[in-house]
């Protein structure tokens, strides 16, 4: 269990199962993650030194969250889902089970990422010496289920990326993304409008 102290008086914030790790240290210099207000870490999950949280944090069982990353308030991070670190996410994000978030992502607020949807951040895998960079996820975005973003790509607000779609280029704001390699379409009437996270 967190607190904060006032006046002495210990005052509980967030909850965290006993078999749930929250503080991993990974250097001499790393400090203890911040976690705001009325979270839920659950059995298995392991939260990083150098981590910041908001408010309304939950996660399901074995989830990862990975040193130098920021949280906003209200985030799910599901169960089994990676956040690998180097990473900043907004506010209202739900990351669904199996999701895999790699270091150097943005992603924005009022953002879905469905069941095992996958970002990268290398474009050529241990073949070739280059920077990484993940993905970024403008605010509104919807990933659907077993969706792939490769490196690089800026998916644009209120963009709605199919289940099982391959996302190789930007997403214009407002459009659906559907196929591998996904192309792009008008947004549906019916997938118009915000997330509602």
Not at 10 to 23: K, Q, S
Not at 53 to 67: K, N, P, Q, S, Y
Not at 158 to 177: H, K, S
Not at 182 to 188: C, E
């Amino acid at each position: 269990m967190g607190d904060d102290t006032t006046d002495g008086t210990a005052l509980e914030r967030w909850t965290a199962d006993e078999t749930a790790v929250v503080g991993y240290s990974y250097s001499d210099e790393s400090t203890p993650p911040v976690i705001g207000g009325e979270g839920t870490i659950r059995a298995g999950t392991i939260i990083y030194d150098d981590v910041v949280i908001g408010d309304g944090f939950a996660t399901g069982h074995h989830a990862l969250v990975r040193e130098l990353t920021e949280l906003g308030d209200d985030v799910l991070v599901g169960t089994n889902a990676v956040i690998d670190g180097r990473t900043t996410i907004g506010s209202h994000v739900s990351l669904q089970t199996g999701v895999y978030v790699p270091s150097h992502t943005e992603i924005g607020d009022n953002v879905f990422c469905g069941p095992h949807a996958v970002l990268t951040n290398d474009p050529y895998p241990i073949r070739q010496e280059v920077d990484l960079a993940g993905p970024t996820l403008a605010d509104g975005v919807s990933i659907g289920a077993n969706a792939t973003v490769l490196p690089g790509v800026t998916v644009g607000e209120g963009a709605f990326v199919a289940a099982g779609a391959v996302v190789t280029e930007d997403v214009p704001p407002a459009t659906l993304a559907v196929g591998a390699p996904a192309t792009h379409r008008d947004l549906p009437a019916e997938l118009r409008g915000a997330n509602n996270i």
